[in-house]
């Protein structure tokens, strides 16, 4: 079983940058997510990176603005935020697709680990 744990999570202005991560212990040869949930709203795909690093996918709200990277001899996500937005606001959650699912994930039920989540929250 992978244990993820997120940090970086916290209150920024609107167009400040913030850098998210995501430690993994165990195996992490896996398929990594990001997803985001807003007060009184759905858990919703943000971005996704293949094992290797090399496939990438975006929700449409973050293309251009974040970027998804990892280090799998460190066992590390990463998410950079730019130009933060308001709505932006939401609990970020990393996730990983330890049951084979391959490619870029846009589907929570695609994850069977996840982390416990980081808060960020931006200001106008």
């Known amino acids: 079983q992978v244990q993820l744990v997120e940090s970086g999570g916290e209150l920024v202005q609107a167009g400040d940058s913030l850098r998210l991560s995501c430690a993994a212990s165990?195996?992490?040869?896996?398929?990594m997510g990001w997803f985001r949930q807003a007060p009184g709203k759905e858990r919703e795909f943000v971005a996704s990176?293949?094992?290797?690093?090399?496939?990438?996918g975006y929700a449409d709200s973050v293309k251009g603005r974040f970027t998804i990277s990892r280090d799998n001899t460190k066992n590390t996500v990463w998410l950079q935020m730019n130009s933060l937005k308001p709505e932006d606001t939401a609990v970020y959650y990393c996730?990983?697709?330890?049951?084979?699912?391959?490619?870029?994930?846009?589907?929570?039920?695609?994850?069977?680990?996840w982390g416990q989540g980081t808060q960020v929250t931006v200001s106008s």
């Open positions: 990176i293949t094992t290797g690093g090399i496939g990438r």
């Open positions: 165990g195996f992490t040869y896996y398929t």
């Open positions: 996730a990983a697709a330890t049951s084979g699912a391959v490619g870029i994930r846009r589907s929570s039920t695609d994850y069977d680990s």
